[in-house]
């Protein structure tokens, strides 16, 4: 079974409508390759990420927010911070690096 | 159905620009005039996009000198979803983001947004535009809706 079956990922951006939506898109594309059932994939913008964070096992945002999730960790999220938002190769890479994904 | 790029065409949301001495904030005005012509935005709209770079730095200026202004979902001023196309001849200067990286455009696509499943359906799309560098290049150098979409037919995306 796969690190991210059956867990809630987030991705967040400033206004929860541009760049968080290309997120969830090239999120998608990653699990769909590696056969990945999460239980939740949502997108939102920061102001509300911040608070939702916690209830999430991953938190995908530009790295542009990163000191916004500072602390997130605490609570057992993983922070994903991406310099190319829409880029399904650097989400994969960022996600085995971070030991979430095979 | 209409691809975003022909869509952009036949609703004349497009728009070229020399861009010599133009700040960023005036190229995120002159990138939605074309929205505003046919009622898509109002005219002060830009003013809300351009509040939100100045809050989070110019997080909406991609890789390949593209951006995106945009702004959250049914903002003031966006009347309907629609996507306004601008190419500069010159690079506008977005300033530093916050690692210190330049942050230069000279395509824009810019969104407003109004219903979620078109604005799905676009923000879909651009982001296989975005990452299609031949397409990219081919858009940074038209200067005619015909080269717009002569661009498309060149390098089209990959269906998913």
Not at chain 1, 68 to 81: A, D, H, R
Request: one cysteine or more.
């Amino acid at each position: 079974m796969a690190k991210l079956d059956g867990k809630k990922l987030l991705a967040c951006c400033a206004n929860g409508a541009g760049s968080s939506l290309m997120m969830e898109n090239a999120i998608k594309k990653v699990m769909k390759r590696n056969n990945i059932k999460p239980a939740e994939l949502r997108h939102c913008p920061v102001s509300e990420g911040k608070t939702a964070a916690r209830n999430y096992d991953v938190v995908f945002c530009a790295r542009t927010f990163v000191k916004t999730f500072e602390g997130c960790e605490k609570n057992g999220t993983v922070l994903i911070p991406l310099k190319n938002v829409m880029s399904d190769k650097e989400i994969e890479a960022a996600l085995k690096e971070a030991g979430l994904l095979d | 159905m209409a691809t975003v790029l022909q869509d952009i065409v036949e609703k004349k949301h497009y728009k070229f620009i020399d861009g010599e001495g133009v700040t960023w904030q005036e190229a995120i005005r002159l990138s939605t005039l074309s929205l505003v012509a046919d009622g898509t935005v109002t005219e002060d709209f830009y003013q809300q996009i351009i509040a939100c770079v100045e809050k989070y730095g110019p997080y909406i200026v991609f890789e390949h000198n593209i951006a995106m202004p945009h702004t959250q979902e049914n903002a003031d001023g966006a009347l309907k979803t629609g996507v306004g196309f601008m190419v500069s001849k010159k690079l506008i200067d977005f300033g530093v983001d916050e690692d210190g990286e330049e942050k230069k455009a000279n395509v824009f696509f810019t969104l407003s947004t109004t219903n979620p499943d078109e604005h799905l359906q676009n923000i879909s799309q651009l982001s296989e535009i975005f990452m299609n560098d031949d397409l990219i290049d081919a858009l940074a150098a038209a200067e005619t809706p015909e080269d717009i979409l002569k661009a498309e037919k060149d390098f089209p995306c990959e269906e998913e």
